[in-house]
C-alpha cells in the first residue's frame, strides 16, 4: 500500500498548485480509483515526477491584447440582429370584418395604451388631476383677433406656457384648434406655427399655441431625462400626454368651443404629438401630423425615424403600432403630410404608404375613406410646416368642419404679424419642475418593499430569458501554456455573444469577464487572472464592445423597451447563459467580474438570477446605488438600459448584493 499512499499524497499535494482542477471524477476518486486507473491525474503526476511542475505562463500582455481585439462576430452583426429582433415583435395589423370589431378594438387599444403606458405606475395618480389655469396680459391692437397668455398645470408643479388666439367678434359655437411644435427652440415664437394660428383665428377659430417640453421657455426638460421617471416606476410619457391633454381641457373650456370641431396639428415632434394625443382621445375631431411619425417596422430599417423617448416609450409596441394608432382615427378625420425631400425624418417615400395601406383600409370598413387624406409636399420638401403644408391643412378644416359653407382655403399673409420671442414669452414660477427634480421626490421613499418572491420579481421587472446556446468556435489558437478560442454562442436564435475564453495548461478555476469598454480593453486584467490559474471568459454582451450597435445605438435600446423587452434583462440574460454553458462545458460555476457602472449592474442582476452557475461576483467601479443615474442627471442617452421600468422602485443595488450572498460579492472602485 505504500505506492498507493505515495501517490495519493502527491496528489493532494499537487493540488493546492492547481493542478487538481481536473474533472469532478477524478477530483472524487478514491484511493484504489487512483491506483486502478492507469490515465488518473495522480499516477501520471506520479510517472512524471519532478517534471509535473507547471510550467510559468509566459504570455505577455501585448499578445494578450492583440487576442481580444481579434474579431469574433463581424462589424454590424449587432445591429443586423437588433433589427430583426425588434421588427418581428411589433404588432401586424388586426383582421376585422366589421365595422363593430374594428371599434371593440380601438376600444381595447385605447384602454391598453392609457392604462399600460400612458399612465403607468405612479403616473395613475396625475391621471385626474384638475385643470388650474392662470391668465396674463392680452396682446391687442391686433387685426381681428387678441392672443391671451396664460399657463396651465400639466400635473402637480410643472406649468405649460400657452398662447390663446381668439377672434374679437365670436358669437356662438366655433371650432378650436391645438397647435403643437416640434425639436424647435424656439417653442410657440417658432414663425411657421405663430402664421398657422393666425390664419385659423382670422377664420373664425379659437387657437392654443402650447409651449412642448424640452422647447421655448421648456428647454431644460431634455426628452431623455424623461426615463428617469421610468426607472422610478412612473410613466416618464406621462408628463408628455398630460401636456396635450390639459391644453385640451383649457380649449374646451372655453365658451365658444364647439366640441365637435377639434383640431389638432404640429409638425416632426409636434406630428408625433398629434397623431398620439389623437388617437387616444376622442374628443379630437380632426388631426394634421407633419412628418412627425412612421411604423415602428419602418424605423428599424430607417434610421433617422428612430425617434425620441416620448415616440419610443417602454411596451407602446406590445399593444400599439403607429399603424394602429392611423386607423384609430377612422371614425374621425386625418390628413397624413409628408415631404418629399426630408433632410430630417419621415421621409415620404418609406414612412407614408404603410401608413396608409393599414388605416385606408379601416376607413373604408367604417364609411368614412373620404376622412382620411394624405398629401406630400415638393416645394420645399424638406422638413417644414410652410404654405404648401399649412394650406392642405387650412383646406381640410374646411372640408370637415365647414362642409357646405364658403371657405378660402389660400393663406392670408400674416408676416408682419409675427410676434418676437420676447413678445411672447409667460410668466413661469421659479420653481417650475423638471425631469429630474420630480424623479429625485420620487426616488426618496424607494425602494419600496413589496410581497413575494425577490428573484421572481426581478426577473419580471427585467424581463429575464433563459437563452439556450448553441456554440461555434470560428478559432483557435495555442501559444505560451494558453488556448485561446474564439466562440459565437448563440442564444435562443436571437443573439450572438462574441466569446474569447482564454485556458492556462491546468486551471484553478474559471472567472467570466464583462466590462463597459470592451473586452478588448481588459488586457491587464485578463493577464492577471490567468497569471493565478483561471480560465477567463471574455464577453461582450448586448450593447457593448463588438455588441455595439454602431448607428444610433441607445435609440435601439429604446426601441428594444417600446417592443416589451429591456437592454438590461438582455444583458443580464445573456451573462447567465454563457456562465450556464461554462459550467456545462468545464463542469465548475464560474466567478463573475463586472467592470463599469452599466453592465456592473447587468453582471450583479445576473448573479441574483443564476445561482448555481455563478459562484461569486467582482464590482469594478461599480454604482452604489441606482439613485446615482439620477444625481448625475443621466438620460437614456447616456445609460439606455439602467433606465429598466420599475427597477428602482422595487430595487436598489444594496438589495440586489443581498441577494447574492452567502456567495461572495466584491467591489473594487479602483481598477488593479
Known sequence: MKIHRLALLLAIALSSTGWAAAPAKTANATECELCRAPQSRAALLLAQGAKAAPAKLVLDEKTVAAWLAKEVIVTDHALGEVQMFTESRVPQMPRVRTADQWKETATRIRRDVLDQVVYRGGAAAWRDTPLKVEWFDTLGDLPGYRIRKLRFEALPGLWIPALLYEPLKLEGKAPVVLNVNGHDGKGKAASYKQIRSINLVKRGMVVLNVEWIGMGQLAGMGHYQMNQLDLCGTSGLAPFYLNMKKALDVLLAHPN???QRVAVSGLSGGGWQTIFI????????????????????TRARHFADLGDSEQTPNDLAVHADYTHLTAMMADRAALLTYNAKDNCCFASAHALPPLMDAAGPIFTLLGRRDFLRSHINHQPGSHNFEQDNRQQFYRMVGDVFFAGKKFDWQEIPSNDEVKKLEELLVPLPETNLAFNPIALQIAKDLPRAAAGEPRARL???VHAHDYKVAARQVEREERDGVTRRN???TMNEDWTVPVIEFTPAQPKGTTLLVADAGFKTQAAQVKRLLESGQRVLAVDPFYFGQ???????FLFAMLVAAVGERALGIQASQICAVARWSQK????PVQLSGTGPRLGVAALIAAVLEEKAIAGIELRQPLASLKEVLTNNWGANNTPELMCFGLLEAFDLPQLEALVKP???VKLQEAK
Open 257 to 259: 368651443a364647439d366640441a
Open 663 to 665: 456567495r461572495p460579492v
Open 585 to 588: 462545458e468545464h463542469g465548475v
Open 547 to 553: 455588441s455595439t450597435i454602431r448607428s444610433h445605438d
Open 459 to 461: 426577473r419580471q421587472i
Open 487 to 489: 466562440l459565437q454562442l
Open 278 to 297: 389623437s388617437s387616444l382621445d376622442e374628443r379630437v375631431k380632426l388631426c394634421n401630423p407633419v412628418a412627425g411619425y412612421s411604423s415602428f417596422k
